[in-house]
């Protein structure tokens, strides 16, 4: 890490230069039947399946990037970390993690997060970022499919909407810590293109579960 030629605002860098791919995200069918409150059950639970196995190796890659920059101590937080809600969502579907197999978009953004872990750590925190940051528009899809599946509150829901109250000023706080960390430009490219690599990942995801969801789920209903 180094401030040579630092960017004042890493973040708005991040938010600004993947505007565009969060509009694809959040247009997607699956996305959209999600906050519809029209995704069939299953594939909610598929979805958190998939996740998890991302989030259990990008948190154990964001350990090893945080012990071996302490200055990143106060961004990658274990109470941000989503492993442990995961696990618990799971357990409210009665999925066995270990019997979960990876669709091929999540192998690839784990190979992808691999291989930054080893070739490149610091960008690992643009592929943090995504899933940090998803956490915003998350909390408006928790409350859909709290109706859509009848959850009870918190149940089955911990994943997107660990922190209630508090995700508006944990974001602020976390979009903050970042922009005191002087980056060198290189190292804000390397993010912003690992950023930009996870939306597209996330995407293929929900696509591949989108053509798991039966045709009679997806056409619009006749007159
Ligand atoms: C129905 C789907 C979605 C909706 C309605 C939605 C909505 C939102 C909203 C309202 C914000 C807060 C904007 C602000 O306060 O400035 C946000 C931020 C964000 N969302 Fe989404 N989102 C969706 C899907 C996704 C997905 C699938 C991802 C990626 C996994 C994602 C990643 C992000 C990120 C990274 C931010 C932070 C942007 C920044 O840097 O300020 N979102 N979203």
């Known amino acids: 890490m180094s401030n040579l030629g630092a960017a004042a605002c890493v973040m708005a860098r991040r938010r600004d230069e993947t505007t565009e791919h969060h509009q694809r995200a959040e247009s997607r069918p699956f996305e959209r039947a999600l906050l519809g409150g029209t995704l069939p059950r299953a594939l909610y639970v598929e979805l958190l399946a998939q996740r998890y196995l991302v989030h259990r190796v990008l948190e154990r890659a964001a350990r090893d990037l945080r012990d071996a920059h302490p ?66 528009g998350a909390r408006y899809v928790a409350r859909s499919v709290a109706n859509a599946y009848g959850l009870p509150p918190g149940s089955g829901l911990r994943y997107l909407d660990p922190h209630g109250e508090q995700q508006r000023a944990l974001w602020l706080d976390f979009k903050q810590r970042m922009d005191d960390c002087a980056f060198s430009t290189a190292d804000q490219d390397a993010m912003v293109a690992a950023a930009r690599l996870t939306f597209d990942c996330v995407g293929e995801l929900d696509d591949e579960l989108w053509a798991k969801v039966p045709a009679a789920c997806t056409s619009p209903p006749t007159a």
Do not use: M, W
């Open 71 to 136: 200055v990143l101590v106060d961004i990658l937080r274990d109470e941000l970390f989503q492993e442990a809600n995961l696990v618990a969502d799971l357990e409210h579907f009665g999925i066995d993690q270990d019997a979960i197999v990876a669709t091929r978009a999540t192998r690839a953004l784990i190979e992808e997060i691999e291989r930054l872990a080893d070739q490149r750590p610091l960008a690992l925190l643009g592929v943090y970022y995504v899933f940090e940051g998803s956490k915003n």
